[in-house]
């Protein structure tokens, strides 16, 4: 009988307060951890430059969270972890990696440790740039006990080691304490269309720009909310004067949780036209559609990445070619013509994935 585990270390590369799908999804699994008993550590990067939002939101967390400060040499930072690790797993059961540098240190980690040695793979971590890379991933790969995707597409990005031994676990959500908006659709409304993700070309705000112009034409009013990190905000405000629907552009920077649903509940579909750049970072899921879906608003995202597994096709939403402006608007026609319809189917599909559906599924492995 395999001995029970009580002690998990998280090491990960993202963790809240600060935004990114990787830290929310490693909160959701610590927290859950720790409700069901577990003494959970969590280490990750302290990413504000004094440390403070961090040190308030640690603070109400049930579990202990160790900061690395980031620091200039980043060799610095990298060697604290490492120690800070390296300490931490003598009374540890269970390693739990998420993030790239987090499965390469859980690779070195493993000369140390003989728990149990789980990754989660996002996708972003197995299409790296460099070749050193790849093949360190893959190594990393290989030693551990238990490897868990979020999805069917970031389980076929996995090289080396055979898809059969990858495990999908979709991310999980909290569903909101906010009810959904039954009377979105009211007449002559002004389409409002929204996505919530850093402003990058990996989320693929541009291609909903590039659908402007068609559905300006048809729907009098339309207008484009973007909330997240300006990370290109210029040049998308470019793209959209050079295709004349700069007026229909709404930039609202990193918003609190608050604001944010207080903006979902105020559209009417949720766009996430991500793309892949061939290297670097790839959309592995989608978590923020079912953010939407659960306050009522049907999901508009792209096929080829993660955000397949995110969007039940003709019920919670629809999928499309991103790069095809036409395709964009008659989906988008779609919707708008049987709105009740893909706004209840929205809403049910996202039960699917509450932290209470998809926790189980972590503890059997942990147990197993």
């Known amino acids: 009988m395999p001995q029970a585990i009580k002690r998990i270390l998280l090491l990960t590369s993202e963790f809240p307060p ?13 927290r859950s951890f720790a409700a069901a008993g577990k003494q959970v550590v969590v280490i990750s990067d302290q990413r504000s430059a004094e440390g403070e939002e961090e040190r308030l939101f640690d603070a109400a967390q049930d579990f202990k969270i160790i900061r690395i400060k980031r620091r200039k040499p980043m060799a610095l930072a990298y060697l604290n972890r490492i ?5 931490a797993i003598k009374h540890t059961d269970a390693l739990l990696l998420s993030g790239k ?35 360190l991933t893959r190594f990393s790969l290989q030693g551990l006990d238990e490897r868990i995707a979020v999805s069917h597409y970031t389980r076929s990005l996995v090289k080396g080691i055979g898809e059969k031994k990858v495990l999908v676990i979709p991310n999980g ?5 906010f009810k959904a908006n039954a009377n979105r659709i009211t007449p002559n409304m002004p389409l409002r269309l929204i996505t919530v993700g850093n402003l990058t070309q990996r989320k693929g705000q541009h291609n909903i720009i590039n659908a402007l112009p068609l559905l300006k ?27 004349g629907v700069a007026d229909c552009l709404h930039f609202h920077g990193r918003v609190s949780e608050t604001e944010k ?16 750049t061939g290297v670097g970072p790839v959309e592995g899921f989608g978590i923020a559609i079912l953010e939407a879906n659960a306050l009522g608003l049907p999901g ?3 096929r080829g990445c993660g955000i397949e597994d995110a969007i039940a096709h003709g019920q919670s939403g629809l999928l499309v070619d991103a790069q095809h402006p036409e395709q964009v608007f008659e989906q988008i026609q779609k919707i708008m013509a049987a709105y009740p319809h893909f706004s209840r189917g929205a809403q049910a599909w996202a039960q699917n994935f509450s932290w209470v559906k998809i926790i189980p599924q972590y503890l059997k492995i942990l147990e197993a």
């Not at 600060?18 to 610590?30: D, E, S, T």
């Not at 484009?224 to 959209?240: D, I, S």
């Not at 649903?261 to 892949?276: D, G, P, R, T, Y």
């Open 261 to 276: 649903i207080k903006q979902l509940q105020a559209a009417h579909i949720f766009m996430m036209l991500s793309e892949n």
């Open 83 to 87: 120690r800070q690790a390296r300490q």
């Open 217 to 243: 034409k048809h729907f009098a009013g339309v207008s484009y909310h973007m909330l997240g990190l300006p990370t290109e905000q210029k040049a998308l405000q470019a793209l959209g004067e050079d295709l």
């Open 18 to 30: 600060q935004p990114g799908g990787i830290g929310n999804h490693a909160w959701h699994l610590a």
């Open 173 to 177: 959500f909290a569903l909101p304490e």
């Open 300 to 302: 508009i995202g792209s």
């Open 101 to 135: 540098f987090s499965l390469w240190l859980g690779a070195g980690l493993g000369f140390y440790f003989k728990g149990k040695k789980i990754g989660v793979l996002h996708g972003s971590e197995l299409q790296l740039p460099r070749a050193w890379q790849r093949q």
